[in-house]
């Protein structure tokens, strides 16, 4: 049976288009690479394939040396400002982003480069040798899943800016966003997106 982070962690990858969910998330092992711009930049574009081509090639190394077999985990996004403002889609222009993908536990820094290397000698992609390691725990927080283009995450994103408000929460991470399918291979009303916001663990 093959393991997968959306089979292991159901609540933090799962999500409603009709409620906000308050959900713990742990630590996770991610691979990441950081850039600048939108998701309709080229840049993007190459830095989401470069991190795919390197979750399928991490996968396959361990399928052939450990005999694990897992699924590949959905490409994530954190989006922020030069300022720290505030996330504000209006400013595309302006946003950083770190995009990233969660990977196995067993994957350790020494293992990570030997893949990473053995990959850009062979791969025809400038941003894999930008890819990086890191762990990663957002601890508690409020999502939504939205339906849809990207361009109109915004009424998502609103909703939960008000629960928040309502609620008396205190944000301290960055706008996340989990891409739960491909826009190359779907068409944008079927886009499914999970919008995440980590919030103070004690001020609900």
Not at 29 to 43: A, C, H, L, S, Y
Not at 99 to 107: C, D, I
Not at 127 to 141: A, P, Q, S, T, V
Request: proline letters at 3%; charged letters at 35%.
């Amino acid at each position: 049976m093959k393991e997968g982070i959306r089979r292991e962690y159901k609540k933090q990858y799962d999500a409603s288009t009709k409620k906000i969910d308050i959900v713990n998330v742990p630590e996770f092992n991610f691979i990441m690479v950081d850039g600048i711009g939108n998701p309709k930049v080229e840049e993007f574009k190459l830095k989401s394939e470069a991190l795919r081509i390197m979750s399928q090639e991490i996968r396959e190394y361990f399928k052939k040396e450990k005999d694990l077999l897992y699924l590949l985990s959905p490409l994530e996004g954190l989006w922020d400002t030069y300022d720290n403002s505030r996330f504000d889609v209006t400013r595309k222009k302006m946003i950083k982003f770190t995009l990233m993908m969660a990977q196995p536990k067993l994957l350790d820094q020494t293992t990570f480069e030997i893949i990473k290397q053995s990959v850009a000698n062979k791969k025809d992609n400038p941003y894999i040798i930008d890819i990086y390691l890191k762990k990663f725990e957002e601890g508690e927080c409020v999502q939504m899943l939205h339906k849809g283009a990207y361009n109109t995450e915004i009424d998502t994103t609103k909703q939960i800016m008000e629960f928040i408000t309502v609620q008396n929460m205190k944000l301290t991470g960055f706008h996340h966003e989990i891409y739960l399918n491909d826009p190359n291979k779907v068409v944008e009303e079927k886009l499914k997106t999970i919008v995440r916001y980590a919030i103070e663990e004690d001020a609900v």
